[in-house]
C-alpha cells in the first residue's frame, strides 16, 4: 500500500466473508480487504465463537480504498446489487446472525449515504420485500483468524467456493466490469 494515498475505511457486513471479500477485492480502488467480525458484545472474538451464534457480530469486511479512484456510494452499490438484502440473518444457505446485512458507518456522511440508498432502493421496488440491512455507527471491527484471509484464491475448487462464491464473483464481473482490476 502506498504511504501518499488518503485512504478511507467502510465496514460492509452481507454474508459469509469468504464471498464477500472475494468480490470486493478485485475492486479498482480497493487497496485492502481484511475479514473479520463487528456489531457484537465480546472482545477479540473467535470464528468458532461467532459461528455459535451467541456473540452478536456479523462476518463483516475492513475495506480500505481510495476515494479518488472508488467513492462510497460505489461500494454501497456493489454491496447492495451482490447479496440480498431483504432476508434477515441470512444469506442463501448460510444461516444466523453472523450473516446478516449490516453497514457499519464511521462518520455521518456514511450514514447519510447508506440510509438515502436504502430508502430509495425501497421506493424503487427493486426487491419484492422491504430491505432489512441494518446501519450501524461503527465500534470496533476485530480481524479474523489468518486461515480465513483470501480464503477464495486459495481455495478456488473447494466445493463452497466453486458453488457459493464462484456465482457471486462472476455476478460482479457482468455487473461491474468497469470497476474491476486489470489482471
Known sequence: MSDNKNLETAILANGCFWCTEAVFQQLKG?????SGYSGGHIKNPTYEQVCNKDTGHAEALEIEYDPSVISFDELLE??????????????????????????FYHNESQKEKAEKYKASLNESGVFDKPIVTAIEPFTVFYPAEDY???YYKRN??????????KPK???LHKLFADKLKEK
Open 156 to 165: 478456488p475448487s473447494q466445493s463452497y467456493c466453486y458453488f457459493v462464491i
Open 30 to 34: 480497493v487497496e485492502k480487504v481484511s
Open 78 to 103: 456493489v454491496f447492495w446489487k451482490t447479496h440480498d438484502p431483504t432476508t434477515l440473518n441470512r444469506q442463501g444457505n448460510d444461516v444466523g446472525p453472523q450473516y446478516r446485512s449490516v453497514i
Open 148 to 150: 480465513h484471509a483470501n
Open 169 to 171: 464473483v462472476e455476478k
